[in-house]
C-alpha cells in the first residue's frame, strides 16, 4: 500500500471508481426497477451522484488519479454490476440491486470521513468544504435509499 501523496491518489483513483460504478448501476436501476417510487427516487439522486463523480475527478486530477480499479474497486464494481443486470428479471434481484448500491454509497461516505481528515491535517480548505458538502449529500442519499430498502423488503416478503 502506497503511502504519502501516493496513497492520496489511490484513494482518490477509488472514490473515483466506486462513483463511477453508483452512477452506472443508479442509472440502470432507474430504468429496470419495479417500484415507480424508487426509480424516480434513483433518478433524482442521480443527478447529485453525477455532480459528486465531477467533484471527485476535479479534484483528483492534479494527483494523476483516473478512477483506476484496484481490489476493493474492482470486487464492489462487479457485484454491482452484476445484480444491476438481473435487476428486471425478479423483484429479489432488484432488491439485491438497490442493497448492493446502498452498500457502495455507504463506502463513499466512510471513504469522504478520512478524505475530510486528510484534507484538514493538510490544510486544503476548498477539499475539505467540498468533500464535507459531499458527505452530507451521501448521507442524506444513503438513508433515503435505505428507507425504501426496507420498504420494498417489506413489499416482496408480504407479495
Given at each position: 500500500m502506497?503511502?504519502?501523496t501516493e496513497f492520496?491518489?489511490?484513494?482518490?483513483?477509488?472514490?473515483?471508481?466506486i462513483q463511477e460504478t453508483i452512477c452506472q448501476c443508479g442509472e440502470s436501476l432507474a430504468?429496470?426497477?419495479p417500484v415507480a417510487a424508487v426509480r424516480k427516487q434513483l433518478q433524482t439522486a442521480l443527478k447529485t451522484d453525477?455532480?459528486?463523480?465531477?467533484?471527485?475527478?476535479?479534484?483528483g486530477r492534479p494527483l494523476g488519479a483516473t478512477g483506476k480499479r484496484e481490489e476493493v474497486a474492482e470486487g464492489l464494481s462487479a457485484l454491482a454490476e452484476e445484480t444491476s443486470r438481473k435487476a428486471g428479471e425478479e423483484a429479489s434481484e432488484a432488491y439485491e440491486a438497490q442493497?448492493?448500491?446502498?452498500?457502495?454509497?455507504r463506502k463513499q461516505q466512510d471513504s469522504?470521513?478520512?478524505?475530510?481528515?486528510?484534507?484538514r491535517e493538510t490544510g486544503d480548505k476548498d477539499l475539505r468544504d467540498a468533500t464535507t458538502q459531499m458527505r452530507?449529500?451521501?448521507?442524506?442519499?444513503a438513508d433515503e435509499l435505505g428507507k425504501s430498502l426496507a420498504d420494498f423488503a417489506v413489499r416482496i416478503a408480504t407479495a
Open positions: 502506497p503511502a504519502g492520496i491518489k489511490h484513494e482518490f483513483d477509488e472514490a473515483i471508481a430504468k429496470s426497477h453525477r455532480r459528486h463523480l465531477e467533484k471527485l475527478r476535479t479534484f442493497a448492493v448500491l446502498l452498500n457502495l454509497k469522504a470521513d478520512a478524505v475530510i481528515k486528510i484534507a452530507k449529500e451521501i448521507k442524506s442519499g
